[in-house]
């Protein structure tokens, strides 16, 4: 291939990659003027009613807590995000390869999914104090923590997934001799593609959710930390600068899974619209 003939490709690759990360936009558009209308709304009925900072601050107060240095929010925030891309990481490894194994022995299935079941109900804040006492504090306990939570919807996700491929096409790869493996990757897994993302999205806000939870017990650093130590002092504006840079820790790491998505398998995305 001649470098004019690559450099033709790569100019229709990068528009046609732009306009998939950009399609979604638009989209977004009417949450984003919703949200932005509600902050609005906040900071005209505080300002209105005169509400006292330590009942309920403004938004321009909860920004404010965020320009003091004693909170150490960069430091608590890369806390936080460690233990929640650890989260993400575990919870969709293994309930990937949790989904592949059971999905191929219908006994399996059928032994390990109520299990998983009855321990997804579990309230697993009540197990965080085991986490602790197993690990110790510090970033592990938040990271098992996420993962408890995070991993159900990504087995069952994957499982739906995997299992849902056409029986007739499945009996015809048989019948061509193909072995597990070639049905797994050839069949089953891009069969699963849309429905492993549905999973990878749930995980991204689940893991946050999850890391919290175990910073609300186990650590003394943390954006949940210092939810905790904002409430015990009283220092209202600093527990919402902290829920402030919760949601954009789940809203980036929930955007970068659509950004993926749009990339490896845009044509998931149109078939989880359509469903």
């Known amino acids: 291939m001649s470098a004019t003939e690559s450099a033709k490709i790569s100019s229709r690759v990068r528009p046609s990659l732009l306009r998939r990360l950009s399609g979604g936009i638009g989209y977004y558009v009417p949450s984003i003027l919703v949200l932005l209308g509600l902050v609005v709304f906040w900071q005209l009925a505080v300002d209105l009613f005169h509400v006292k900072e330590y009942i309920l601050p403004s938004p321009l107060a909860a920004l404010k807590a965020l320009a003091r240095p004693n909170y150490q929010w960069v430091n ?144 003394e650093r943390g954006l949940g930390a210092l939810v905790i130590a904002g409430g015990v002092t009283l220092e209202t504006p600093s527990i919402f600068a902290a829920l402030i840079l919760i949601s954009v820790l789940g809203l980036l790491l929930y955007g970068i899974v659509v950004a993926v998505e749009r990339i490896v398998a845009p044509w998931a995305q149109r078939a989880d619209a359509a469903t």
């Open 76 to 219: 608590n925030f890369l806390a936080t995000l460690y233990s929640v891309l650890g989260a993400f990481v575990l919870s969709a490894v293994l309930g990937i390869a949790l989904a592949v194994v059971i999905v191929r022995n219908d006994l399996l299935m059928r032994t390990i999914m109520p299990v998983l079941v009855l321990f997804n109900t579990l309230p697993k804040i009540a197990l965080a104090p085991l986490f602790v006492l197993w690990l110790g504090y510090g970033i592990w306990p938040n990271m098992v923590i996420g993962t408890t939570i995070a991993f159900f919807p990504m087995v069952v996700n994957t499982a739906v997934g995997l299992g849902s491929a056409e029986p007739e096409i499945v009996d015809l790869a048989r019948s061509l001799k193909a072995s597990q493996w070639q049905i797994l990757r050839k069949i089953r897994f891009p069969n699963a593609v849309p429905y492993i993302f549905v999973g990878l999205k749930l995980n991204a806000t689940m893991s946050v959710l999850g890391a919290i939870v175990g910073e609300f017990v186990a650590s």
